[in-house]
């Protein structure tokens, strides 16, 4: 066996025995469920959520009917802009020609109430004009002068699915790949000069640049594994956890062109992660200041993880595909969308996050071969 | 990566056979020059004693011999192999017990072994025969199978020798082995040393505990603020003193 197959066997072994890594992998698995399981039983609990509001005057006939069918209920009060600060979600006063809102835009339950509240009048005055406009001998779809009919040519369901995957899964991909594996990565570089083993390991006849294969193979391989276990685990939530309003299990359709470009990019980002993480501790006293260190990759990250979310159109030239982290997200994103692969952005982002491999690669092994790595010690 | 030891050397050895032999070496760290033209010779089947204060440049001198540093200047031969030029081929013939007791906690005594075992391109057939023997040898045979994590200083202390001597090499170095050590654990390694003698390696202890150097040294070296004091058998650089410590604070002019 190879002096890198050996370090790779016996830095598995360990990191297999680290309840550190154990424990991020584990959670990483069981993290993004949580995460689902949490906003399902909110949007579900919104969505079946009875509002409160309060009204003084006289109610016009029929719409409490409207109100109650809607989920508000009304409340009578004596002041309802004094109400509506607290005591009820929206206040209203009915006068004899108008209606008077008052509501607390700071409160998410006055917000929802509100857009509840719109949808009683607009409802409450389409039915007063049909009313008004028949008994006047007019037909009322003269307010619908270009009726329009909706051909979906997708299930609009399905449609929202992907959108939800495209920003949750590039972005769940992207940061296991780096926090996966950034404890297993320090342990095996800044560890070892935190041990006092790192002497002992480059005095052996093993070359250096074997020596930093093993090390960065083994932690790719335990970053792929956390990154995959997270998303197995949300793809197999989703089809499970039921969303308020959906209707039913969120649609998951992930195609299996989309499925090998997510594996092959998760490799290639684990691969450069690792050199760079590897690099950074090898930097490093200790483990903690390897922490230090790794902590701005955080942010490097997770900003372009997050640009699908911010600008969801967004549709770069070739060029952007360069830029590294942010290529792996839109071939991603593009791949879950539209369910087939732009080979031209494809083969950009890999040479891309090849390069960056390579040349994180290059500069943790100028660091792991210099002098002061063992005089700093 | 596994590869066959040459069976005859590159070079010739050193002058008069030294199985170590440092000629006018020098290096620099940082600012500080470290070493500032150092030369002796080790012989095989004798302790060659490194001594000097802390700083004088003992562990450099060991880390140029063992490859893990370059000289600016002058030159290392370990058997007649030149450390610029066959670095590997020295790492081979060397091991080295440092005073920091390092080792990987969770690992057993026994995979720590055969790790730096392996590293040193042992096979299969002979990796096991030399890890069996030397867990035998050091008596570590009730702890071979416990994580390092769970072991003592002492019985870290073995693992850190074993994985040193694992792969037999003809040269072996010790530096300030015992500085971490209880009175026990101290004694095994002085007699592990005196054992390697016997079995004709040279052994090159470093240190600044100069009563051990006088009980187990046959020839010494003084260094200090990198350059040579004293050099030649205990005995001689002993001389008119009446110990070891009496020579080195005349030498190194201490009040």
């Given at each position: ?5 050996i ?5 598995i ?14 959670l ?19 969505a ?50 108008r ?11 006055a ?14 005055d ?26 979906p040519?997708?299930?609009?369901t ?20 780096l ?18 083993t ?19 193979v ?75 260190y ?8 997770i ?56 040349l ?18 | ?14 002058p ?77 013939r060397?091991?080295?017990?440092t ?30 025969k ?5 867990i ?7 702890f ?25 090499p ?7 082995p015992t500085?971490?050590l209880?009175?026990?654990?101290s004694?095994e ?10 079995r004709?390696?040279c ?22 603020e ?30």
């Open positions: 066996m190879s002096s890198a197959g370090v790779f066997r016996k830095e072994r360990e990191i297999l025995r680290d309840r550190r890594t154990l424990i991020a992998i584990g990483a698995a069981l993290a993004t469920p949580i995460v689902l399981f949490v906003i399902s039983q909110v949007s579900t609990k919104t079946s959520a009875t509002y409160t509001a309060g009204y003084s005057g006289s109610l016009p006939a029929g719409l409490d009917v409207l109100f109650n069918a809607t989920g508000l209920k009304l409340v009578p009060v004596d002041d309802p802009a004094t109400a509506a600060k607290h005591q009820v979600d929206i206040g209203l006063v009915f006068t004899g020609s209606v008077d809102e008052y509501y607390d835009p700071t409160r998410q339950s917000q929802l109430a509100d857009v509840r509240f719109q949808t009683v009048l607009s409802k409450y389409g039915a007063k004009i049909a009313a008004s406009l028949q008994q006047h001998g007019v037909d009322p779809s003269v307010l619908d002068p270009l009726p329009v009919s909706v051909h040519l997708s299930s609009p399905v449609a929202a699915g992907n959108s939800f995957l495209s920003f949750f899964l590039p972005y769940i991909l992207i940061t296991m790949c926090t996966g594996g950034l404890s297993a990565a320090l342990d095996t570089s800044a560890g070892e000069r935190e041990r006092k790192l002497e002992s390991l480059l005095l052996t006849p093993a070359p250096r640049n074997q020596i930093l294969v093993g090390k960065i083994a932690v790719t391989v335990i970053s792929l594994a956390a990154a995959l276990a997270a998303i197995a685990s949300m793809l197999i939530a989703l089809t499970q956890i039921r969303f308020g309003g959906a209707g039913g299990a969120f649609p998951v359709q992930l195609s299996a062109d989309a499925g090998v470009v997510m594996v092959w990019l998760a490799i290639l980002l684990a691969a450069s992660f690792s050199s760079v993480t590897v690099a950074l501790g090898t930097l490093a006293r200790n483990f903690r200041q390897g922490q230090a790794a902590t701005p990759l955080y942010f490097i990250t900003f372009p993880a997050s640009i699908v979310l911010f600008i969801p159109d967004f549709n770069p030239n070739l060029a952007y595909y360069l830029i590294p982290i942010l290529n792996a997200v839109l071939v991603l994103r593009d791949a879950i969308v539209h369910g087939a692969v732009n080979w031209g952005a494809l083969s950009v982002t890999s040479i891309s996050l090849v390069v960056t491999g390579a994180s690669f290059y500069a943790a092994l100028k660091l792991f071969t210099r002098e002061a790595l063992l005089v700093r010690s | 990566m596994t590869q066959t030891i040459p069976t005859k050397p590159v070079v010739s050895w050193g008069l056979g030294a199985a170590v032999a440092v000629d006018h070496l020098e290096k620099q760290l940082g600012s500080n020059k470290v070493l500032r033209g150092i030369s002796f010779q080790a012989h095989s089947g004798e302790i060659f004693g490194l001594l000097g204060p802390n700083g004088a440049g003992k562990t450099t001198t060991l880390r140029l011999i063992c490859t893990l540093l370059a000289p600016d200047a002058g030159a290392v031969e370990v058997l007649g192999f030149d450390t610029r030029t066959a670095a590997q081929e020295v790492r081979r060397v091991g080295v017990v005073a920091e007791i390092g080792v990987y906690p969770r690992l057993t005594a026994r995979e720590n072994i055969t790790y730096f075992a392996e590293l040193t391109g042992l096979l299969d057939g002979q990796l096991s030399n890890v069996d023997a030397v035998d040898r050091l008596d570590m045979g009730s071979a199978t416990q994580r390092a994590e769970s072991l003592s200083s002492g019985q870290k202390q073995k693992v850190a020798i074993a994985r040193a001597i694992v792969h037999d003809p040269v072996l170095m010790f530096d300030e500085s971490n209880d009175v026990l654990a004694r390694v002085r007699e592990f040393m005196i054992e390697s003698r016997a004709g390696k052994v090159i202890f470093s240190t600044h505990v100069l009563h051990d150097a006088e009980r187990l040294c046959d020839r010494i070296t003084i260094i200090h990198g350059r040579v004091v004293a050099s030649g058998a205990t005995t001689d650089v002993r001389g008119k003193f009446l110990d070891l410590e009496d020579s080195f604070l005349s030498l190194v002019d201490a009040p």
